[in-house]
């Protein structure tokens, strides 16, 4: 990811400006977020809906028009919640305007759109950035540091999962022309911490869908081989209860999270318990992870940090996506060919 070319000495508070703003998580959860956050300011928002559902819209400038959004004078970000098959032009329309992106995940719906969305980044000098927040909760931080490969833990197993029941009928999410199916939905929050984990891409994937009557995925099941003998099992479900669960299998013991992808500012302890059932516990500071997210954010705009979270590791996660859809298409195993290292400094 390339940041913004600015003074690492100067502060300034960013100005975002949020379209399809009547979202759930946008209404819900980023927008709250932005106007509570010390290094943001919510200068405006866009909305085809009606706008009288909009959030904190006192003395927000409002716009019937994304487009006008992203081309007005004034605006320093973009925070982008609509459906996942318009993230790609519509973050490439709001970078050639001259602002920066914070883009809900997915990113995009292949491999290959993150990859040409990070060279536009690149060359218009613009901070891209998925909007996948567990990432940066501190309780996630410090889990990724025991259970990395760059540690003394030996992880054999990581077993990830997050269900629920979609029940309206015109949702985005059931329509393939607009990004849909479960496994694009919550992908993320499955993948991410198992290459963390693993530190080098899988050997092979295989997965097995089970389709909606419109074609996208309604539950999905994945394996993913590693090298070096780690496994990784990951469910998604929109018909399914509500549940989201990641547990590892260790070496010498095991981890087991709860509230796993959407923690609560009451969900900062996990603990690891080895082989005799003894516990560590490994305790973080209560956080808003929506928050989090939006001031490293900022932070990245200001140029005053390096990204937690480099377009690289949105690249690696979509390509495991891409392959798992393709294997369960197929129905036969992909080989990714032999694995290569993770490195979370390097960017796309």
């Known amino acids: 990811m390339l940041r913004a070319k600015r003074d690492s000495s100067s502060f300034k508070k960013i100005r975002v400006g949020v379209i399809g703003a009547t979202s759930y998580v946008a209404k819900a959860a980023v927008i709250p977020a932005i106007h509570s956050s010390s290094k943001a300011e919510l200068v405006a928002m866009a909305s085809r809906s009606d706008k009288r559902k909009l959030p904190y819209s006192h003395g927000i400038e409002l716009y019937d028009s994304y487009e006008e959004l992203m081309q007005a004078d004034g605006i320093d970000a973009v925070y982008i919640p609509i459906p996942n098959a318009l993230h790609a032009e519509t973050a490439k329309f709001a970078m050639a305007n001259g602002k920066h992106v914070l883009c809900e995940k997915p990113l995009a719906t292949s491999a290959q759109e993150i990859r040409e969305l990070a060279s536009f980044a690149n060359v218009n000098q613009k901070i891209l950035m998925e909007a996948?927040?567990?990432?940066?909760?501190?309780?996630?931080?410090?889990?990724?540091?025991?259970?990395?490969?760059?540690?003394?833990?030996?992880?054999?197993?990581?077993?990830?999962?997050?269900?629920?029941?979609?029940?309206?009928?015109?949702?985005?999410?059931?329509?393939?022309?607009?990004?849909?199916?479960?496994?694009?939905?919550?992908?993320?929050?499955?993948?991410?911490?198992i290459l963390e984990a693993a530190g080098q891409l899988p050997e092979s994937v295989y997965g097995q869908a089970v389709y909606a009557a419109s074609g996208v995925d309604e539950s999905f099941t994945g394996l993913l081989n590693f090298s070096d003998g780690m496994t990784a099992t990951i469910f998604s479900s929109f018909v399914s209860g509500e549940g989201q669960y990641l547990r590892y299998t260790l070496e010498k013991g095991r981890i087991s999270l709860v509230n796993a992808f959407t923690p609560t500012l009451e969900d900062n302890i996990f603990e690891v318990s080895n082989l005799n059932g003894r516990l560590q516990k490994f305790k973080t500071k209560p956080a808003n992870s929506y928050l989090e997210m939006v001031d490293h954010f900022c932070d990245l705009v200001n140029n005053h940090v390096p990204p937690l979270r480099p377009l690289s590791s949105t690249l690696l996660v979509q390509t495991i996506i891409d392959n798992l859809l393709l294997s369960a298409q197929n129905r036969q195993i992909v080989y990714l060919g032999q694995s290569s290292q993770l490195d979370p400094t390097n960017s796309a």
Not at 173 to 192: C, F, H, K, N, Q
């Open 132 to 193: 996948y927040m567990t990432h940066y909760h501190p309780r996630n931080q410090e889990l990724m540091g025991v259970v990395s490969a760059r540690n003394a833990v030996k992880v054999r197993h990581v077993h990830a999962g997050f269900t629920g029941t979609l029940e309206r009928a015109d949702d985005f999410r059931w329509r393939p022309e607009m990004g849909g199916g479960s496994l694009r939905d919550v992908g993320v929050y499955l993948i991410s911490p």
